[in-house]
């Protein structure tokens, strides 16, 4: 049982970690991203099923924790890359606000008596 576990774990693990190697770009990233999460949780529920105590020693567990090491590198990345989309989309947008309402940001105290004390 534990070895078809681990066996499962590591295709998994495989699967993910040749997956990140490529970001894609526009609508492919949702599709992408969906099945990071999916390769997650499913690396998740087998690492759930395993003990510490069943992983000690075992022949596979260097290869194991080599493909973690590059999966969350990867991962880092195109967190990463998706951070700098975001913060650019969001730029993009105040910039395309601040064009259509020019005169949002000007205060204007035109005609107002404005009294500092209290």
């Known amino acids: ?9 590591l ?9 990140l190697t490529t970001v894609p770009e526009g ?3 949702d599709a992408y991203i969906a099945r990071i999460d999916d390769l997650l949780d499913k690396r998740g529920a087998l690492l759930a099923q ?11 567990l ?3 924790l ?14 990463t890359i ?5 913060k650019n989309f969001q730029k993009s ?13 000007v205060r204007n105290l035109d005609g107002m008596y404005y009294d500092g004390k209290k």
């Not at 049982?1 to 774990?9: A, C, G, P």
């Not at 998706?82 to 975001?86: N, R």
């Open 11 to 19: 295709a998994t693990s495989a699967t993910l970690f040749h997956h």
């Open 27 to 29: 609508d492919a990233r």
């Open 93 to 105: 947008r105040e910039t395309e606000r601040q064009y259509t309402n020019q005169y949002d940001s």
């Open 50 to 60: 395993l003990s510490p105590e069943e992983m000690k020693g075992h022949q596979l």
């Open 62 to 64: 260097p290869h194991l």
């Open 66 to 79: 080599e493909l973690d090491e590059g999966i969350r590198a990867r991962l880092a990345d195109v967190m």
């Open 82 to 86: 998706v951070k700098k989309d975001i």
């Open 1 to 9: 049982m534990t070895q078809v576990v681990v066996k499962e774990l």
